[in-house]
């Protein structure tokens, strides 16, 4: 569990071992306490780290995450954004986020609002159901609130913090990034059984325990 809020960058150095992808990444703040088998989100997607070293740690990459993530089309000297997983007892300063990537969403603009930046991230339609005005979307790894919402994508304003401490400021449109949706949101939907054919809770249901 991560809350969206980037401890750091690091840069990425690649190894291709046939069909295994293993990322070292060059780190100093999230290593601090870093332990093999130990998840860290990378640009918003879970990973495990193999191997830690003093100025950074090793990951794989699986098949299922070079296909819904946006890590398999990472260079050498690439940066990521890095944040270690929410302890008990920590402050929840951004959102609850799992490191499990929905979909790649595309950016389509980035323009200026005074020393801020609003950037607009189109997403399948299956997608756009879960972006709310005002609510939460995590975007590379960022926690980010949603300003704007569209038929087919949504905005989100870009503080000069944010643009300096992670990769969306240096993100330009036609970028794919990962997104990843508000989880309340997708277990409401699955409670309430919608777009899939299933009962879930009915009108009869809450009204018998007093919410309808």
Known sequence: MFTGLVEEMGRVEIVRRGRIVELFI???????DL????????????LTATRVEPNGFWAELS????????LGQLRPGDPVNLERPL??????????????VDEVGVILGMREMGGSKVMSVRVSPQGMRYIVEKGSVCVDGVSLTVAAVGESSFEVAL?????????????????????????????????LGRGRGEEGITVEFLREHGFA
């Open 159 to 191: 503080i000069p913090h944010t643009l300096a401490v992670t990769t969306l400021g240096l993100r330009k449109p036609g970028d794919e990034v990962n997104v990843e949706f508000d989880i309340i949101g997708k277990y409401v939907e699955r409670l």
């Open 87 to 100: 302890r008990l007892g920590d402050r929840l300063g951004g959102h609850l986020v799992l490191g499990h």
């Open 35 to 46: 332990r093999v088998g130990d998840s860290i989100a990378v640009n918003g997607a879970c």
């Open 26 to 32: 060059s780190a100093s703040k999230v290593v601090e």
């Open 63 to 70: 098949p299922e995450t070079i296909s819904r993530t946006t």
